[in-house]
């Protein structure tokens, strides 16, 4: 098996990990963990494990003139961007989140043009346009009465404020991802998030009732701290080691299909009208923002 297959294999690896997640965690909260409490599972048992493996890389110091970045990575990366999403998912449905989650290329896309002055042509603005109406209109009118949602708009709301979090994060974080291994650069991030996220979740990481969970609550744990946190990470990594960026990137039309179908395949969510289409606006407005142009063929000047 060639090693790019494997890291198209690794890539859906990922984009399926991520797309179940959406119900798996929402199976959690609020029955056996409050969100914030769950992120106090999530970031410390990330930080555990990449300590445990970090000796498998080379020994690496953080340079002094890094540190604000690197602290700063950590409230986007791994404080704001898991305490909105987590919240979010909490009091709104997996498929929305699984819809709304879609909007970071296009975050990106606004961003990179913002702080690093890339240029975006008009068909990249016209996708920003519609994909920005879709997570609007799931915002806005997405509202339905269900007992494990209990304020799907501003549930809306603060998903889609992780997209903008995340975004911001893969735009500042990208001249760390180039200069220190990920082993070393992780430990040390997902270090900062236990202590960014301890104040808002200590009290409800303490109230989770770890004699009385049954075993699908630990599984569900597991799978957040192990598979969503670690492994997709390792895969991604992978994944681009041997495919393009914009290759890896096409994979996020993925999530929401598989976010989708495992929900109403397990009961947790049902199709709407409003879900359908928004759904198929922020995948149009991904696909426009995000596909490369055509390049302009040379001309063979005759005579």
């Not at 709304?100 to 996708?127: C, D, F, H, Q, Y």
Request: net charge positive.
């Amino acid at each position: 098996m060639s090693k790019r297959l494997l890291a198209i294999i690794a890539a859906i690896g990922a984009t399926t990990i991520y797309g179940l997640n959406h119900t798996i965690a929402k199976g959690i909260m609020p029955h056996y963990a409050q969100p914030y409490g769950f992120i106090i599972l999530r970031v410390l048992g990330a930080a555990i494990i990449f300590w445990l493996i970090s000796p498998l890389g080379p020994k690496e110091q953080i340079e002094r003139k890094d540190y604000l970045r690197m602290i700063f990575c950590a409230f986007l990366g791994m404080g704001l961007n898991m305490l909105v999403f987590f919240k979010g998912l909490s009091l709104s449905t997996p498929i929305n989140s699984a819809v709304l989650i879609t909007t970071t290329p296009i975050i990106v896309l606004i961003l990179s043009a913002i702080i690093l002055k890339e240029n975006i042509s008009g068909r990249k603005i016209i996708g920003i346009g519609i994909g920005l109406l879709g997570a609007l209109g799931l915002i806005l009118f997405g509202s339905e009465v269900r007992l494990d949602a209990p304020n799907i708009p501003m549930g809306n709301f603060l998903i889609f404020l992780n997209s903008i979090f995340y975004g911001s994060y893969l735009v500042v974080v990208k001249v760390l991802i180039t200069k220190y291994h990920p082993f070393t650069f992780m430990k040390w991030l997902f270090s900062l998030g236990v202590l960014i996220c301890l104040p808002f979740g200590f009290d409800e990481f303490m109230q989770i009732s770890w004699s009385t969970l049954p075993f699908e609550a630990y599984w569900g744990i597991a799978f957040v701290i192990f598979g969503t946190t670690f492994c997709t990470y390792l895969f991604n990594i992978f994944a681009l080691s041997q495919l393009k960026a914009s290759t890896l990137s096409a994979f996020v039309y993925l999530q929401p299909l598989i976010g989708i179908g495992y929900a109403i395949l397990t009961g947790q969510d049902n199709l709407t009208l409003i879900k359908i289409i928004a759904a198929c606006l922020v995948l149009v407005g991904v696909y426009l923002a995000s596909r490369k142009p055509k390049a302009n063929p040379v001309k063979t000047k005759i005579g």
